[in-house]
C-alpha cells in the first residue's frame, strides 16, 4: 500500500511566498496495484537542476517540453535519433510551464518567472505565446542538421496577465458550432488565485475568469495551491482538473466555461495529489502524475467501472510532473515529465537526479 504525500511536493504546489514548508496529515491514498506495474524506461535525462514541468507531443511524434528552470521549448526524440533541441526560447522570461496544442504543430505556451532559489512566481509576470512550427521538421527521421527543416519556429506572445498569480495547466475548449469564430479558446489555470481563464485567441484576446470553492486553494495550507492540470473532454463535454491544495481530480461541464451555465464543479476521485495528467479519452481514464510519491496513477472517471479509485500503474523517478500520450504509431504507451524531486530544491536539500522524460508502456 502507497500512503500519499501531501501535494506540496509537486510543481503545482508552489505559491507567492514560502516562509515555512509543513506536511498536514496524510490523505487518502491510491491503491497498490494487484498487478504488476507498467515498465518504465528514459528516453531522456537532462542534467541535474533541470526541471521538467509538461509535455506535448507532435503529430510526428518528437515531444515537446517545458522547464521551470528555462524558459525554453525543447524537442526530444523518443526514438534517440538525435540529440534535445531547443526550438524556442522567451527572452525576459526565466520558466515555461503549460503548453497545449491547437491544430496540429500550433501550440500554446505559459512563459513567466518562477525562481528555484526563492521557490517563488513573480506576480504578473505570466504571458501566453503562440508556437507555430509547421514550417519546420515534420519527418521524425531527420537527421540533427535538417531537424527544423532550414525553418525557423514562429512565436507570437498572445497576452499578458498583469494580475495573474501563476499560470500553469493549459487546455483547448473548442467552440459550439453556433459560434465557430474564434474555432476554440485557451483555458488556463492560475494556481495561486485558484482560477481558469478563458482566453480568445484573436485579438483583442478577451480573456473571462471563472472561480469555484473546488478550484480555490486551502486558505490554511502552505503553500496555498489550487487547481493545476486542465483537459478537455470532448467526448461527455466536461473539463477535468487537478486541485492540488483540496488533494482530488474534479470536472465542470463545457458549457459553464463558454458562459452558458452555471453549473459548480464535481468532485471524481479524492486523496489524489496530483499535478498534470492525461485523458484517454476513448476508455474514460485518467492517468495522473503524483510528484510526491514518484508515480503514475491511473483514475477511472464518469460511469466507468472503479470511478474514482485511483490505483498506482508504475513508479517514475523523481518527482513526475506532467502526462501525454504517445503519437506517430508508438503503441499504448505514455510519456512522463519528472522534476527531479521536488524536495531537492527546497532550502538545505540536495537534487540528486536530473529532471526526465520517461516512457511507460501500458500494454
Known amino acids: ?65 517545458t522547464f521551470v528552470s528555462a524558459a525554453q521549448v525543447v524537442q526530444i526524440s523518443p526514438d534517440s535519433l538525435f540529440p534535445p533541441q531547443t526550438v524556442a526560447t522567451f527572452p525576459g522570461y526565466t520558466s515555461t510551464l503549460g503548453i497545449v496544442e491547437a491544430e496540429t504543430d500550433v501550440f500554446y505556451v505559459v512563459a513567466g518567472n518562477f ?51 501563476l499560470l500553469n495547466g493549459l487546455t483547448i475548449l473548442p467552440s459550439p458550432n453556433h459560434h465557430p469564430n474564434p474555432p476554440y479558446s485557451i483555458l488556463i489555470a492560475d494556481s495561486s488565485l485558484g482560477a481558469i481563464y478563458t482566453l480568445n485567441p484573436l485579438p483583442p484576446h478577451q480573456t473571462s475568469t471563472l472561480q469555484q470553492p473546488l478550484l480555490a486553494p486551502n486558505a ?21 482538473f487537478t486541485s492540488s491544495n483540496q488533494a482530488l481530480l474534479g470536472s465542470l461541464p463545457l458549457s459553464v466555461l463558454r458562459g452558458e451555465g452555471r453549473e459548480g464543479a464535481r468532485v471524481e476521485a479524492q486523496g489524489i495529489g496530483g499535478d498534470d495528467f492525461a485523458f484517454a479519452d476513448d476508455q474514460g481514464i485518467a492517468y495522473v502524475a503524483v510528484g510526491g510519491l514518484d508515480e503514475l496513477v491511473r483514475v477511472p472517471v464518469g460511469s466507468r467501472a472503479g470511478a474514482g479509485q485511483a490505483v498506482v500503474v508504475a513508479n517514475v523517478t523523481a518527482g513526475p510532473t506532467s ?17 527531479g524531486g521536488a524536495r531537492g530544491y527546497l532550502p538545505g536539500g540536495r537534487v540528486e537526479v536530473g529532471g526526465r522524460v520517461s516512457r511507460v508502456v501500458l500494454g
Not at 535538417?146 to 525557423?152: E, V, W, Y
Request: with cysteine.
Open 220 to 240: 490554511s495550507a502552505t503553500p496555498r495551491i489550487g487547481v493545476n492540470g486542465l483537459h478537455v473532454n470532448n467526448i461527455n463535454n466536461r473539463l477535468y
Open 323 to 339: 502526462v501525454r500520450f504517445a503519437r506517430g504509431g508508438r503503441g499504448r504507451s505514455v510519456y512522463v515529465s519528472s522534476n
Open 115 to 165: 525562481s528555484l532559489q526563492t521557490f517563488a512566481p513573480t506576480v504578473g509576470s505570466w504571458s501566453i505565446f503562440q508556437l507555430d512550427l509547421r514550417s519546420c521538421q515534420s519527418n521524425p527521421h531527420d537527421p540533427p542538421a535538417n531537424s527544423n527543416g532550414g525553418n525557423k519556429p514562429k512565436i507570437t506572445k498572445i497576452a499578458d496577465f498583469p494580475t495573474a498569480g
Open 1 to 65: 500500500m502507497y500512503h500519499l504525500l501531501h501535494p506540496l511536493l509537486l510543481f503545482s504546489a508552489l505559491t507567492l511566498t514560502l516562509p515555512t514548508f509543513s506536511l498536514p496529515s496524510p490523505l487518502t491514498s491510491p491503491q497498490s496495484n494487484p498487478a504488476p506495474l507498467h515498465p518504465v524506461s528514459t528516453i531522456h535525462e537532462f542534467p541535474k537542476g533541470t526541471w521538467v514541468e509538461n509535455l506535448a507531443v507532435r503529430a510526428n511524434g518528437l515531444i515537446l517540453t
